[in-house]
Each structure stands twice: as C-alpha cells, then as structure tokens.
C-alpha cells in the first residue's frame, strides 16, 4: 500500500525526444526527461533563452494598438 504522500511510481516508457527526435527514456530516472540527455535539454533552454521560441501574446481590448473588426 502507498502512503498518501507518495504517488505510484509509472512504469517506464520510450518517447521521442523533442530535440533530437531520437528515443528518450521518460522515466523517475531519467533527470533531462522528456530529452534524451543533457545536451538536448541545454539546446532547448538555450532556444527558449535566445528567443527562438515564444508563446504568442494575445491582443486585449485594453492595448492602445488594438483594432476592432
């Protein structure tokens, strides 16, 4: 029996790294998951870091640029 404190523990599974595309292990022990490895994590947070990726910024009513249809 678990205690209520710790959840039960997933089976391991092979997913595709989102840097490389390569199989990762997502597993507990596997500390870069969902990346394969180190170096895929680092290029991703480098990608985030340089502005290669960004979440969009949705337009509000309350932006002086914003155009009403």
């Known amino acids: 029996m678990t205690s209520p404190d710790t959840a ?3 089976p391991a599974r092979t997913v595709r790294c989102p840097a490389c ?3 990762s292990l997502y597993a507990a ?3 870069h ?7 895929c994590k680092s290029m991703d ?3 985030w870091a340089s ?3 960004a979440v969009p910024e ?3 009513n ?5 155009e009403r249809s």
């Open 33 to 39: 998951r969902p990346f394969c490895g180190q170096r």
């Open 51 to 53: 502005e290669q990726f």
């Open 29 to 31: 022990d596997n500390p």
């Open 8 to 10: 039960p523990e997933l």
């Open 62 to 66: 309350q932006d002086p640029n914003f």
């Open 21 to 23: 595309g390569g199989p």
């Open 58 to 60: 949705a337009l509000s």
């Open 45 to 47: 947070f480098g990608a």
